[in-house]
């Protein structure tokens, strides 16, 4: 084996023995790729399947503008869903979806109706550009707005110039009609008077054609025609869509695809209210097509006056506390609240409201904030300098109640009192919420199985879509009841711990075991050199009450298999106030260690869940001391739990090398196939939304060992929302030479479970990655090519299933190890929904498996069982998890990414402006941060580097 290319240097593979020869497909096929099969009677010829993709040639989009499309036949009955397969011979090659077979049958509800007929013709899309009359806008209006003028253009227009045909609008630019409202050649102008707030405006509508799409290409997509793309299908899907929500925009608010109403709300803090509501969503499915219905719940403005809004989002009760000038976090909270907001002021009287658009606050009270201003009654007099306070006093007769608070910045740097201000209805809040706004959405949302089934089964027979005169007129016709589909329950795995253990292998029933009895499978580096740091004073938490924890977690670890050599460490009280890294850096210098030995452990107690400190204590070990930390709330000290402390084991054993859990050695190489097999996981995370000048971050972890069981990160710093990962490459060849390192064998196989990529991104995120995988194989050995399975991971969905009966767990959800692959999976892709978990409370979501691509030899059994087995393993829990680990992994890594990077958070920041000065950024970023795009690799510490620090 050749030693110049990389690190597998000099030493023989010591992999077990290849197995037979693949057992999931024959030679010469990949998944997803079998070799041909029948054609499909009803299928079309691979020439007219490619003729579909494309518009009509001009001449022919002529004919059919003049006249209507072809009649629609009813869709003929589909035939049952084969227990094996399906195929469809396309250009000498057909794809074949597998479906497994291991497990016990059962069936489920799933939240989709399926729809019974859909156009087989045409349907044409359209650009709609709206402009005022005179003049043009400098940016498209809000949605609300674009509709409300639409919906007018078509009331007024609909029976005349729109020839009677309805049209869905998406409120930017797009609209579908099932028939032609104009040649092609042609442009419609709708001339519309919309009023808004009291006063007319006049609005131009242009209506020009861009596409005929021809419906059947969905057809031949859910039979399975490997010419078209998912992305072909969106436009179809995307008029669908449109449709049905014309018809529930009568009844509730819109958002995309999700619709919301006030009816059902709950207030939350901050000037926030939480709504429930619906989303709805056309999906392909085996042979049929789909109409996906799920809960959904969102933040919303409280409508009413600004000033109470922001007296609740600063929590204070009395305004007087906020004489004098504004803190730098009240500002920044108010700047946040108010980005994209919009507010009307009522100082007008019977000349009704103003809209308002703020950027910023006034740095001094409106009592104070004073320019040149010319009485109109008086055109002869002089200016005078005035308050704003006086102004609206002096102009509209309004006497400030509040003249000591600043006033908003408007455009032309216009001030408005916040009193005068009102929020409007129906506005959604895109922020972050904080941690009690999140907690109130959670326990908002969380409803039992049953309770979300009945709540999609009623509002689908409340708007009976499938009788509604748009959705009819767009061919589509659908019953309001909800499908059941065939699902397996696999059984779960035997879990491993060490030979210590009175029961060293155990079971799990519904998900879920204890460590009773039980000894980790392997301990990790005995702690030695340790200290605690506690950042708590003494009233409340006594020194007698934190060494009794001491001693209790000492013991727990003792008999958990893990052991501590230095029982009583270097207890030192530090100051919260103070710099967090001095106080560390002083507690590690307490710990007494030999030359060649390094602190191993600095157990940190926080008062609460202050994320400012965390992050603090983490990005000081994890750049600064090298020092693995374990923080803990100061309230789980007050009274020793054996549980808890049993808890603290595991994480500090997985972090000093040890492994808690394993899956048994044979069932491994059964489903591994007898090969050394390294699992990666990658995640890219993006900045919440408003937030500007944040990077995206991608996380990669690799296994370092035959078990799945050790793992090492990298993170990765990237352009802000970059999807693609820069720098994979470089990535995969560290992972390759750390597994190497601890194994000294090279892997045979990688399975790469990659999260956060959307469907239409599949093809383009597989190409590349799996490229970068390749070339970083190649690159440290030149005849180097491991088998390579990728799976895209998806959690973010609104698909969900009902057990029947009484055949779901105790909180009514599906049981742990349920798996869907049938009916309601996408007819191109080698897809499951795997239930790994157990829910503890609400309506449990399963995780969507898409296998992009495999050349391991895999059958479709073999993955699904292998996926939720691994979820068994997951180093820190006594309960099987809802996601495969190196993912799990991967999410920990992201979200520890905070700690490496200095905070580049949105905020108002002060900025120069006409009058003597404002608080900016409402309604843009002045962060005052230059955006960071330097895609780097973020390294830890050379002693974590390695380790599963991020447990």
């Known amino acids: 084996m050749s030693s110049q290319r990389g690190s597998f240097r000099g030493r023989p593979s010591r992999g077990r023995p290849s197995p037979s020869p693949s057992r999931g497909h024959p030679p010469g096929s990949q998944a997803g790729e079998p070799p041909s099969s029948p054609q499909h009677q009803q299928s079309p010829s691979p020439q007219q399947a490619l003729q579909s993709l494309a518009p009509p040639p001009p001449q022919q989009q002529q004919q059919q503008a003049s006249q ?85 253009g078509m009331r007024k227009y609909r029976q005349s110039k729109l020839r009677g045909v309805p049209m869905v609008y998406d409120a930017r630019k797009i609209a579908y009609a099932p028939n032609p409202v104009c040649d092609p050649d ?38 399975g025609n490997t010419a078209i793309e998912i992305s072909d299908i969106q436009p179809i899907l995307t ?3 449109l449709a049905i929500g014309s018809v529930i925009h009568r009844e509730m608010v819109g958002f995309g695809r999700s619709f919301f109403s006030r009816k059902q709300m709950t207030n939350t803090s901050g000037g926030l209210e939480l709504w429930r509501g619906f989303s709805f969503s056309f999906r392909p499915g085996i042979d049929h097509l789909y109409l996906n219905v799920n809960t959904a719940v969102t933040a919303m403005y409280t409508p009413g006056g600004l000033l109470d809004s922001i007296a609740r989002l600063l929590n204070v009760r009395d305004l007087n506390a906020l004489r004098g000038p504004m803190s730098p976090n009240s500002v920044r909270q108010i700047g946040g609240f108010l980005r994209g907001l919009t507010m009307y002021m009522r100082h007008r009287g019977v000349q009704g409201k103003r809209k308002v658009a703020v950027k910023g606050l006034t740095k001094v009270s409106l009592d104070k904030e004073s320019f040149e201003w010319t009485d109109p009654n008086k055109p002869d007099s002089e200016p005078e300098r005035i308050t704003i306070a006086e102004y609206f006093r002096k102009r509209y007769g309004v006497v400030l109640r509040y003249p000591f608070l600043p006033g908003l910045i408007g455009r032309k740097n216009s001030v408005f009192p916040i009193e005068l201000c009102e929020v409007s209805e129906n506005q959604r809040y895109k922020g972050k919420l904080d941690d009690k706004q999140t907690a109130d959405m959670v326990k908002f949302a969380c409803q039992r199985p049953n309770q979300n089934m009945e709540r999609i089964t009623d509002i689908l027979r409340s708007l009976n879509l499938g009788q509604q005169g ?8 659908m019953p309001s009841e909800l499908t059941k589909v065939d699902a397996r329950v696999l059984q779960p795995p035997t879990i491993n711990y060490g030979e210590r253990s009175r029961l060293p292998s155990v079971t799990p029933q519904g998900g879920a075991w204890n460590m009773r009895d039980k000894c980790v499978r392997s301990a990790g580096k005995p702690l030695r050199y340790w200290a605690v740091l506690i950042l708590v004073d003494r009233h409340t938490l006594p020194d007698n009450r934190a060494q009794t924890f001491i001693t209790t977690l000492v013991n727990m670890c003792n008999r958990t298999g893990y052991r501590i050599d230095h029982p009583q460490p270097f207890i030192m009280r530090g100051n919260l106030n103070a710099n967090i890294s001095t106080e560390m850096q002083r507690a590690c210098r307490e710990i007494r260690c030999p030359p060649n030995e390094s602190p191993q452990l600095l157990l940190v107690v926080l008062p609460s869940t202050n994320t400012q400190v965390y992050q603090s204590v983490k990005n000081c070990a994890y750049t600064t001391l090298g020092v693995q930390t374990q923080c803990m709330q100061a309230k789980h000290m007050q009274r020793p739990n054996d549980q808890y402390c049993a808890n603290l084991c595991l994480k500090i054993n997985v972090k000093l090398g040890g492994i808690n859990q394993t899956l048994p050695e044979p069932d491994m190489q059964d489903m591994l196939l007898g090969k050394p097999t390294m699992f990666l996981g990658c995640d890219v995370t993006h900045p919440a939304p408003g937030e500007q000048g944040k990077p995206s971050i991608a996380s990669v972890v690799g296994s370092t060992d035959f078990m799945g069981t050790r793992y090492a990160a990298t993170l990765i710093q990237l352009q802000s929302r970059e999807e693609l990962v820069s720098r994979l490459q470089e990535t995969i060849v560290r992972h390759l030479k750390l597994f190497y390192k601890k194994t000294r064998t090279k892997p045979q196989r990688i399975i790469f479970y990659r999260d956060g990529v959307s469907e239409t991104q599949f093809a383009q995120v597989r190409d590349r990655e799996l490229l970068d995988i390749q070339r970083a194989c190649a690159s440290v050995e030149r005849e180097y090519k491991p088998q390579i399975t990728f799976l895209a991971v998806l959690k973010r969905h609104n698909t969900r299933f009902f057990p029947i009966g009484r055949d779901g767990d105790r909180t009514g959800n599906c049981e742990p190890g349920t798996v869907v692959d049938r009916g309601v999976t996408m007819p191109m892709f080698q897809d499951f929904y795997l239930f790994s978990h157990a829910a503890i409370q609400g ?77 900016g950024g409402a309604g843009r970023d002045t962060s005052g941060v230059r955006e960071n795009t330097e895609v780097r690799i973020i390294r830890t510490h050379d002693l974590l580097d390695e380790t599963m620090y991020f447990m």
């Open 470 to 477: 748009t959705v009819n007129a767009f061919g589509i016709q």
């Open 843 to 919: 309506t449990s979501r399963p995780t969507h498996y898409y296998i992009l691509h495999d050349d391991s030899g895999f059958t479709i059994d073999t993955i699904q069982r292998l996926s939720y087995h691994l979820c068994y393993t997951y180093a820190i829990c006594t309960r099987s998890v809802s996601l495969v680990p190196p993912v799990y992994y991967a999410h920990r890594v992201a979200d520890r990414a905070r700690c490496h990077l200095v905070d580049m958070g949105v905020s108002f920041e002060e900025a120069s402006s006409m009058s003597s000065g404002y608080y």
């Open 186 to 223: 042609e442009t419609l102008r709708l001339d519309v008077d919309y009023a808004e707030d009291g006063r007319s405006n006049n609005f131009v509508i242009q209506i020009r054609q861009s596409a005929v799409i021809n419906t059947s290409i969905l057809t031949d997509y859910l039979r």
């Open 68 to 152: 209507s499309p072809p009649p629609q036949k009813p869709q003929e009955q589909q035939p049952q869903e084969s227990k094996a397969s399906t195929s469809v011979k396309q250009e000498g090659r057909a794809f074949v979806k597998q479906y497994g077979t291991s497990g016990r049958s059962t069936r489920v509800i799933a939240n989709y109706v399926q729809v019974s007929k859909y156009p087989e013709g045409y349907v044409y899309q359209y650009d709609i550009e709206i402009e005022p009359k005179d003049g043009r806008f400098t940016r498209l209006p809000p949605p609300y707005m674009t509709r409300a003028i639409y919906d007018q």
């Open 239 to 241: 008029a669908f869509d």
